[in-house]
Each structure stands twice: as structure tokens, then as C-alpha cells.
């Protein structure tokens, strides 16, 4: 970080510290100086600042998701689901927290209960593009490859440098047999900067031309 964004990170950070002073349960400030710790990789200090959050407001929505979000990241699934769950029970409507059950269970091998969170996420927000991505995912998991081409190629029209898209729709085209459609889909996924398994690029180049 450069000198005149860290000067600008210290100003916001003691702004909200200022804040915090005059309203020591002031949700919202406790939430946003998480968001500032989680960016800098303070994860523990984060975590403790957004559960004074909720300690604060018990319907403040957007701290359960950044509490999911930290129990993913330490690979407890569990306690990421139900923290999206307690967010979308506050905010029927907000799309985050069934886009991030629906990576849940999808991680877990429930595919259907993937599909169905998924796809809610997307009635919510047609323009969430890792929701699609994962749901693109689960239908190829699932065995349903047509559906999973659709969905990719939904994201791709809407993002079309989008590299994990690409590598979904390249899974999907081996499973079809469609080699050639298959390595084209995998270089583009490389060109966008997603990282194909070297084997899965000499799997679909070797039978593409044989």
C-alpha cells in the first residue's frame, strides 16, 4: 500500500475509532472497522470486533455473512452455514448469504440443497456471477451437463474474462466427450488467468487429437 492510501486507511480507521468513543455500541462502526481489519488480514481481531457487532444489533445482516466468511475460511462449514442462514432469516432478500450457502453445501456434497440455494440466490440477483458459477458447478456434479453448459455460458456472456467459468464449461465438455470444445475451454480459462490442472490440459489436447 502506498503512503497516501495507508494515510487514508489511518484517517478512516481513527474516524470510526472517534465514533466508537461517543457510541461505544454503535453496530454499524464495529462492522466497518471488521471490514478494514479483514482487508489487512487481521482475521482474529475482525472476528471479535463483528460478534460486538451483532452483540450491538442482533439483525445487523451483513456481520453474520463476514462471520461466514471467516469460518470458511478456517474450513468450519458448519458454522459458516448457519451464520448465512441467521443473515438470510434477517434479509429474505438478499442474495449474498444463500449464494454462500449454496458453496456450503456444495463443498459438503449435498447437491441439491446447492441447487435450490443457488438458485434463489440468483432469483434475488440474476447478476451474481460466482452464485451462477457454483450452481454451474453443482449441476455438473450432479450429472446434469446441459444445464451445467448453460449456466457457464451464462456467466461467460456476462463476464467474459471470467476464468473459472471457462474451466467449469471445460469440465463439462469432457464429461459430453467434446474434447476439442473441452482444451479450447481450458485455454481460455488460462488466459483469463485461472490455473488448469496441467493433466486435465493433456488429457483434453490427447484425446482432441486421436
Partial sequence: ??????????????????????DPNNSVA???????????????????????????????AEAYVQLGGLAMRKGDYFTC??????ASEIRPNFA?????????????GKLDEAIESLKRALQLDPRFIQARTNLANAYLMKGEIEKSIEESEMVIRREPLFGPAYNTLGLAYMELGEYKKAYESFKKAEECGYEVPKNLMEEAKEKMVN
Fill in 1 to 22: 500500500m502506498d503512503k497516501a492510501k495507508e494515510e487514508k486507511l489511518m484517517k478512516y480507521v481513527n474516524q470510526i475509532r472517534s465514533i466508537l468513543r461517543e
Fill in 30 to 60: 464495529y462492522y466497518n472497522l471488521a471490514c478494514v481489519y479483514i482487508g489487512q488480514g487481521m482475521f482474529d481481531e475482525a472476528e471479535e470486533l463483528l460478534k460486538r457487532s451483532i452483540q450491538c444489533d442482533p439483525y445487523l
Fill in 96 to 108: 449474498i448469504p444463500y449464494g454462500n450457502m449454496g458453496f456450503v453445501y456444495l463443498q459438503l
Fill in 81 to 86: 452455514l448457519s451464520y448465512n442462514k441467521r
